[in-house]
């Protein structure tokens, strides 16, 4: 395709998220000879420029200005367009996130661009780039193209694609940037941490999710303790999140996280569509149901159809024995 591609960086602690990372790698493939772009801006910025560049990145745009932490989006829409205005870039990937959603949309209507979200594939056709995008609740998949624009934004869904290193030298350019008095017109606020996984479930290995078969929040101490012997992270459905039996950083779906670990579990959930097209992406799931006609059966590459308050302490106390603990 030989085009210039641009990220968006989300980082924590100077880590690049993952999302970062799959946007990275895909990038890479669609430049096939041009460049790839990568801005991260805010406090420890610098820091993720030799991951990013591990994962194809060829040139990294930081700037660690307080502005971009201090308030919200402007700032990073007016310092993206600069320097979309200095490149040639016919590409503008971020992860389909609030945060990314936000400046996504500023981004392209200051560009004149068109702008794709919930995208799980990009591939180059006939000059362009064909958009695969999910639609009604993930029941259908659409190709978008974008026409009569320079450039496009496409916001791509956490996990549709799988970071794969390919090293470039590490390369980091500092941004000019005077934010404008617009920019500063929203400061952020208090931040608060919401209670989650002790770590995000869209970096998580093994999920164990649990919901409204469950009953209440104390049985997600039996999940905890399964994901404990795992070496996993507790997950849940909508239906256990409204009820108030965990918090909504554990939410699996639609409306919560889109996960691809390589073992999701899925116990008492009866398998809406909402909340599978946030993990029916697993390299393999266990459903665990007393309803045989449970849909999530349909998507299980293991189904247990039993007594959930039988079937996990048995499941966990046998991962014990055979460890030795």
């Not at 660690?64 to 310092?79: I, N, T, W």
């Not at 026409?147 to 694609?161: D, M, T, W």
């Not at 000019?176 to 608060?192: I, L, M, N, Q, Y």
């Not at 959930?269 to 665990?288: F, P």
């Amino acid at each position: 395709m030989a085009e210039n591609v641009l990220i968006y960086v989300e980082h924590e602690g100077g880590r690049p998220k993952r999302a970062a990372l799959e946007a990275a790698t895909k990038a890479a493939q669609l430049a096939d000879g041009g460049k790839v772009h990568a801005v991260a801006l805010g406090k420890s910025a610098a820091a993720t420029a030799e991951s990013l560049c591990r994962h194809g990145v060829d040139l990294v745009h930081v700037s660690e200005d307080a502005v971009f932490d201090d308030y919200l989006v402007d700032p990073h829409v007016e310092v993206l367009k600069q320097i979309l205005d200095g490149e040639s870039v016919s590409a503008v990937v971020l992860a389909d996130t609030g945060d990314s959603k936000d400046v996504a949309a500023r981004l392209a209507a200051r560009l004149g661009g068109g702008l794709v979200s919930a995208v799980v594939d990009l591939a180059p056709h006939d000059g362009h780039l064909d958009a695969n995008e999910t639609i009604f609740g993930g029941s259908f998949t659409t190709v978008v193209e974008t026409k009569n624009a320079s450039i496009s934004v496409y916001l791509v869904r956490p996990n549709a694609f799988t970071p794969e290193e390919n090293p470039k030298q590490t390369n980091v350019t500092r941004i000019e940037f005077s934010p404008s008095d617009k920019a500063t017109r929203v400061r952020r606020g208090k931040r608060v941490e919401e209670e989650g996984a002790s770590m995000p479930l869209e970096e998580a290995g093994i999920i164990v999710s649990g919901g409204r078969g469950l009953g209440g929040p104390e049985p997600f101490q039996l999940l905890a303790e399964l994901a404990a012997e795992l070496g996993g992270v507790v997950g849940a459905s909508r239906a256990a999140v409204d009820a108030g039996w965990i918090p909504y950083a554990h939410q699996v779906g639609q409306t919560g996280r889109t996960v691809k670990p390589q073992l999701y579990l899925a116990i008492g959930i009866s398998g809406a569509v909402q909340h599978r097209v946030g993990m029916q992406t697993a390299d393999t799931i266990i459903a665990i149901n007393r309803s045989e006609d449970a849909p999530i059966f349909q998507l299980a590459d293991l189904s247990v159809v039993g007594d959930l308050f039988k079937v996990v302490p048995a499941l966990t106390e046998e991962l014990r024995r055979r460890k030795g603990s």
